[in-house]
């Protein structure tokens, strides 16, 4: 059985979370005493605050942070990758509630877009692949663990997968329309630059892909 505060599910409860969460609000604040309370009744409390504060490096701007805090969530999301392709990973997991997690994930995507606003390109390139991998991952768990299917189910994921699958497609096709405006208003111009779709091809790869398994099941 697994363990629900395990290293593994705290991770990926932890990097779930940290998708949907302001990363830059707050952070330099993070060690500051409350109102002035630990100055007051704790000295050395308040001076030990102050010597880390003062010994920890300025904060990144927001977008570097956020693009670490998504190559960090890709890089759990492999681990989990490569847990879950193991029989006894993937029951583990399931007992640890991966298939509730990365179903969030996949809702939350919906609700909120892919990438929020003031994201870089790259950031949304993360998002778009790491989004593509929770949606692998729910594919092997659903394959390989019967108990996977059934919490997959009970969650709607079905659902939420034909959801994400329709407004991929009608990203895919807004781009497009702008495109093709574009180069018919700019006549004699060079044609526009490509677009940078090889994360959303992915994400709707992983969409087909787990859509098929699942209505085969």
């Excluded at 005493?33 to 920890?56: N, Q, Y």
């Excluded at 994930?105 to 929770?134: F, H, K, N, W």
Aim: charged content about 20%; hydrophobic content about 45%; aromatic content about 4%.
């Amino acid at each position: 059985k697994g363990q629900y505060l395990g290293l593994l599910p705290t991770l990926l409860r932890y990097s779930v979370a940290s998708l949907g969460a302001c990363r830059a609000d707050g952070a330099s604040d993070a060690l500051a005493p409350e109102g002035g309370v630990a100055l007051e009744e704790d000295p050395d409390l308040a001076l030990g605050l102050a010597f880390v504060a003062a010994l920890r490096p300025p904060p990144p701007p927001p977008q570097q942070a956020e693009e670490e805090s998504l190559e960090f969530v890709d890089g759990t999301f492999a681990l989990l990758a490569a847990v879950v392709s193991v029989a006894s990973g993937t029951a583990a997991l399931t007992d640890c509630g991966i298939v509730p997690a990365l179903s969030g994930l996949i809702a939350q995507e919906i609700e909120d877009g892919a990438t929020p606003a003031g994201s870089s390109e790259l950031s949304g390139m993360l998002r778009e692949y790491v989004t593509a991998q929770a949606i692998a991952i729910l594919e092997q768990a659903t394959v390989v663990n019967t108990a996977a299917f059934a919490a997959f189910n009970d969650a709607g994921g079905l659902d939420l997968l034909a959801s994400r699958l329709c407004r991929e497609v009608e990203r895919c096709r807004t781009m497009w329309e702008q495109d093709r405006t574009t180069s018919t208003d700019g006549a004699g111009a060079a044609p526009p630059a490509p677009r940078a779709l090889g994360p959303t091809r992915g994400v709707l790869c992983s969409l087909v892909n787990c859509i098929t398994v699942v209505l085969q099941q």
